[in-house]
């Protein structure tokens, strides 16, 4: 046998994994930088839009994010560490660097005020209690309203020297400007959302002003069979093959009627006419979903684009993509959607197509 040549294999089998292995390595690594960038781009940015901000620390924040989150007029919440030393923590440091768990709160002010968004706060809370709500205790639990605009600070007086006044005990609540806002954990985000059956220290039965749930397991996708009979050849091929239909030649993209689109493999709403505007680009764009967690995202590599593709968290419809090219007013955002994967429900046809309870978000 000639050990030279086998050695000579060998060392080239050698190569070709540890080629093999890296390549493996650097497509994970590049996975990752998608996803981040892929975050970035599904994330909306309401610093310089027409809607107001709040953050909100009311003891451990799974259960208050899930209490806003829930009130209409409420746009867009996240958790996070707020107030502390320093602009970097994390759930395990906190309690070191002195953030408090704090919930970032959107609001539509022409549709909720802040004096009774605080007024909501204030029934969800023990304002008296120093470092400690329910069940936590530490100084990451304490309670506090902190603001991005100093004209908030005279309504949030006003509100909690109303509360206040009916205590027997003075409000310990911290009232201050926002420093040092670090985003939680991907896992703490609509945390009660993803584990309902999670700790809550706050009581989720009786919510004022509450906004509709849509939940996935109301819409069920249908069997193959059944798609294929229900949706005609394009609406098909754009909802399972992941097509695309013409600009400027679609039902939807200059419809101005008021009303929902909804899924049209499942029937699961998905966006409304409030929410719609012109972008020129010849197919129907939203500012965002009727609910965050109704779309869901994929790195779309296609067409020697780097795209994110949303599609239906029930049916995982193909709908289009989104873009962060949208109106600053609005968040940013751009839902460039195909008609094709939507089907309308005007708003006087809301009740008798079953969406009743929606009417309210208009």
């Not at 781009?41 to 899930?66: H, N, Q």
């Not at 970032?104 to 400690?132: A, C, F, G, H, K």
């Not at 908030?152 to 509360?163: L, Y």
């Not at 929410?275 to 590599?301: A, L, M, R």
Request: proline share 4%.
């Amino acid at each position: 046998m000639d050990w030279t040549w086998m050695k000579w294999i060998a060392i080239g089998l050698g190569i070709v994994v540890l080629l093999g292995g890296f390549q493996l390595f650097h497509r994970f690594r590049n996975d990752e930088d998608d996803l981040d960038r892929m975050n970035k781009e599904v994330t909306p940015d309401y610093t310089r839009s027409r809607y107001k901000e709040i953050y909100l620390a009311g003891g451990c924040f799974w259960g208050v994010e899930a209490y806003f989150n829930r009130i209409n007029g409420v746009v867009y919440t996240n958790v996070g560490y707020a107030n502390g030393q320093g602009e970097e923590t994390s759930y395990r440091t906190i309690g070191r660097t002195g953030h408090a768990e704090t919930v970032y709160i959107v609001y539509d002010p022409q549709r909720l005020s802040l004096d009774t968004l605080l007024t909501y706060y204030y029934e969800i809370i023990d304002p008296t209690s120093l470092n400690r709500q329910g069940n936590d205790v530490g100084v990451q639990y304490r309670t506090g309203i902190y603001y991005v605009d100093p004209a908030d600070k005279k309504i949030i007086e006003e509100v909690t020297a109303a509360v206040e006044s009916k205590l027997e005990e003075a409000v310990v609540t911290e009232r201050e400007p926002l420093k040092n806002y670090v985003l939680a954990e991907d896992y703490h985000q609509d945390y009660l959302d993803k584990n309902p059956g999670g700790y809550c220290h706050i009581s989720l039965a009786d919510i004022p002003n509450e906004k509709p749930v849509i939940r996935a397991r109301d819409y069920p996708k249908p069997s193959e069979e059944e798609l294929q009979e229900r949706l005609s050849t394009q609406q098909y091929q754009i909802t399972q093959g992941k097509g695309t239909e013409r600009a400027f030649d679609n039902a939807y993209w200059d419809n101005k009627e008021e009303g929902l689109y909804v899924d049209i493999v499942t029937g699961e709403p998905l966006f409304l006419s409030t929410d719609k505007f012109d972008s020129g680009t010849g197919w129907p764009s939203f500012t965002k979903p009727i609910q965050w967690d109704v779309v869901e995202y994929v790195v779309d590599t296609s067409l020697g684009m780097e795209r994110v593709e949303v599609i239906s968290r029930s049916g995982k419809t193909h709908l289009g993509h989104v873009f962060p090219d949208g109106p600053r007013a609005e968040g940013g955002l751009r839902f460039c959607m195909n008609s094709g994967a939507l089907r309308f429900i005007p708003l006087d046809k809301l009740e008798e197509e079953g969406y009743g309870s929606l009417k309210m978000l208009f």
